[in-house]
């Protein structure tokens, strides 16, 4: 009974150490990262590799691409329909049966800004300078005037027809 003991204890002891030896190799990678080393390798595989992922059609992936664009149109849809009716709640019934309200009128807020234009013109004090100055004169655009020809024998300055050809006798 005493073999039987020791060997339970032992292989306690052994899952405890195990256990520990997990943990200060957390730390070691921790202080490596920490100092900008790589990750330290585990001492022991920790765990069996993950299985191999199983394969799906081009024609599986299409369609499960379009259900899952008809499954977020659908949630699209309910978040605008549940928006609208929550800005319609919102509103009183008498304001959502009615005509919108009338804008304020414009003459009592032209009255109060008339005295201001007259008495400072627009541009502010440099606008006074400039309203004193007379006017610049304004400049015309110039016709563009046809270039003469060099290989003819130049027109006569009157403007009329011109020259008729020398008659031979």
Do not use: F, H, N
């Not at 191999?52 to 949630?75: E, P």
């Amino acid at each position: 009974m005493t073999q039987i003991a020791d060997a339970d204890i032992l292989a306690a002891a052994l899952v405890g150490y195990q256990e520990k030896l997990k943990e200060i190799d957390a730390r070691v990678a921790d202080l490596k990262r920490r100092l900008g080393g790589k990750p330290a390798a585990p001492s022991a595989p920790v765990a069996a590799p993950a299985p191999d992922k199983r394969a799906v059609s081009a024609k599986s992936r299409r369609r499960m691409a379009a259900a899952q664009r008809r499954r977020w149109a659908a949630v699209r849809k309910a978040a605008k329909a549940a928006k609208a009716a929550a800005a319609q709640a919102a509103k009183p019934a008498a304001v959502r049966k009615t005509a919108p309200p009338k804008p304020a009128p414009k003459r009592v807020v032209r009255k109060r800004a008339a005295p201001k234009a007259k008495a400072m013109p627009a541009g502010g004090p440099k606008g006074l300078a400039q309203a004193k100055r007379p006017a610049a004169p304004v400049k015309k655009a110039a016709v563009k005037q046809p270039a003469a020809k060099t290989a003819q024998p130049s027109q006569p300055a009157s403007g009329g027809a011109p020259p008729a050809p020398a008659a031979s006798a």
